[in-house]
């Protein structure tokens, strides 16, 4: 089997260690990196391009409910994610594969279920665990956010993804390397498509698709 390149995105160096453990058993030529908040995720990501997936834990510092999916599938679109949470409760995962996620991992998972899970995406499927019926959002106000999200534009994900860290006006600017002039229209933008008159009002919303996520982050 071909090299393969994976990105282990969590807080945790004994979660990191364990998940390498699964990984290298695969019994492939597997090239691990590992990133402990989402900045370093997303350099990890951008140094390495040859990346196969990445596996995201959705409370990293950095993140604030499924932002840090919505940014890395903005700014890596060609980069399968696998979601790697302990809120495993159905609403969180469908909320993730809505939102670009190619699987959804619970922290609880056998070794046998985590390497199951990364083959089935690495040969191009979405993986969740067995047995879990996903249902149907029941939450009008959360579905169409959701729809909303899904309009933005590949810079707006990401824009939205910083507001979501506190960045300020400037400082996307300078990680985006555009005109403050250019981030504000791309905010005004967000805003508008999300249906809200401001950056805290956005970011709100942004948290209630994570609630249960946010809850074990408090």
Request: avoid cysteine; hydrophobic fraction near 45%; proline fraction near 5%.
């Given at each position: ?18 998940m ?64 790697v ?66 309009t ?6 990401r824009?939205?993804g ?25 905010v ?8 809200v ?7 709100i ?14």
């Amino acid at each position: 089997m071909a090299q393969l390149t994976l990105i282990i995105a969590d807080d945790h160096p004994l979660f990191r260690g364990a998940m390498r453990q699964a990984l290298e058993g695969m019994g492939a030529s597997i090239d691990i990196l590992e990133a402990g908040d989402l900045e370093s995720a997303r350099k990890k990501a951008g140094d390495h391009p040859e990346a196969d997936l990445i596996l995201l834990d959705l409370t990293m510092p950095g993140v604030s409910g499924l932002s840090g999916l919505i940014a890395f599938r903005a700014e890596f679109a060609s980069l399968p994610v696998v979601v790697v949470s302990a809120s495993d409760d159905p609403p969180t995962m469908r909320r993730a594969l809505e939102l670009g996620a190619s699987g959804f991992i619970p922290k609880s998972a056998s070794i046998d279920e985590i390497r199951q899970g990364v083959q089935t995406v690495l040969d191009g499927g979405i993986w969740t665990p067995p047995g879990v019926d996903l249902g149907s959002e029941h939450d009008p106000e959360i579905a169409s956010l959701i729809a909303r999200i899904q309009t933005l534009t590949p810079q707006q994900g990401r824009v939205l993804g910083m507001l979501a860290e506190g960045l300020l006006n400037k400082q996307i600017a300078y990680e985006l390397s555009v005109s403050e002039a250019t981030i504000k229209a791309h905010v005004s933008a967000v805003l508008q498509k999300l249906g809200v008159d401001s950056r805290t009002q956005a970011v709100i919303q942004l948290s209630k698709i994570g609630a249960e996520v946010l809850t074990q982050n408090d």
